[in-house]
């Protein structure tokens, strides 16, 4: 078995990103089967189950996708993250610090960008570590396994390049925040948005339905106060009336 990667520390503030490179990414997030629509990406990814499924996409042998369940508190967001560190990111050669665990789970915008790019970088170097590994390309090639950077973005992001190393920080652009923008689109996209619909009707409905519930439950509720009241003021007059 290959041996494993150097392990370092990487702090997302160090990661450049221009625009183009935001462009390239978000093709090269959105051309990836994930088990949820990308609507935000901040928000999408910020309990990890995504992140990992980015990795089971390229390296299903590095990810037990059954670890990293849904989270909607910030306590179970930072477990998957810190999962996901231990368990696959360590394997890959790095580790995040705890403040951008932190600001990944509050989704902060432009923290994921910066994260999705790093990952990608290592993807691929983790591709190159297993070729020289085998100590056969044609082997390797010939894996299951997907190239990180066959799709979105192009080859010219080497991984192992130094500049990786001597990234600095560039503040992600706005447009980061909004739905992930694609020329080329998934052909489930279309699907998606319609299944995104009715179930967003159906939500509609329900919450009416419930305001319903609750007001009746409200008059249910004062008119057994009235009846209580009553009952208790009959009582109190057959104990106060005179017994034959």
Known sequence: PPRAMAMSRVSLESVSLQQDDLQKLYMWVDEIPLSRPKRNISRDFSDAVLAAEVV??????????????????????????????????????FLLLPQDVNSLSLAQPGVVERFLHLLQLRLAAYKQHLVRRRGDPQQAASHHERSPMDMGSSGEMNASDPKERRMKLTAAQPASEGPIRSSRRPPHREVDQGILMDKDKRIEELTETVEILELKIAKLEQLLRLKDTKIERLMEAQSHAPRA
Do not use: R
């Open 56 to 93: 089971a996409h390229f390296f299903p042998h590095l990810v037990d996708l059954h670890n990293y369940s849904a989270a909607n508190s910030l306590k179970q967001k930072e477990y998957n993250w810190n999962t996901l560190q231990q368990k696959v990111l360590k394997k890959l050669g």
